[in-house]
């Protein structure tokens, strides 16, 4: 059974910092793309971050408004996506998801709830 569950979120103030964590199960983690993709309030879901799968994980691709701020990484051994958010604004308020993907095929998480506020 494919899992996604995403770890993390909480309320920070302007300027703060959080690191998301997404732990899967069910496939073959290392073989697939994953990203991480957020959707603010009366907002469409967008892509944050991406990395690449195994032996392309230097392929890394993020959103022009967390450039510079957010960093994605994962650890193939255990199965675990990341996402370090720093100097967070409130703009970054969003539930965020991880997503995996590969060859058409995408599973998504619940979602973690990231609220910047002061």
């Known amino acids: 059974q494919v899992q996604l569950v995403e770890s993390g979120g909480g309320v920070v103030q302007p300027g703060g910092s959080l690191k998301l964590s997404c732990v899967a199960s069910?496939?073959?983690?290392?073989?697939?793309?994953m990203s991480w993709y957020r959707q603010g309030p009366g907002k469409e879901r967008e892509m944050v971050a991406a990395?690449?799968?195994?032996?392309?994980?230097?392929?890394?691709k993020y959103a022009d408004s967390v450039k510079g701020r957010f960093s994605i990484s994962r650890d193939n051994a255990n199965n675990v996506l990341s996402l370090q958010m720093n100097s967070l604004k409130p703009e970054d308020t969003a539930k965020y998801y991880c997503?995996?993907?590969?060859?058409?095929?995408?599973?998504w998480g619940p979602g973690t709830q990231v609220t910047v506020s002061s």
């Open positions: 069910g496939f073959s983690f290392s073989e697939y793309t």
């Open positions: 990395i690449g799968r195994r032996g392309y994980d230097f392929i890394r």
């Open positions: 997503k995996a993907a590969r060859e058409g095929r995408e599973y």
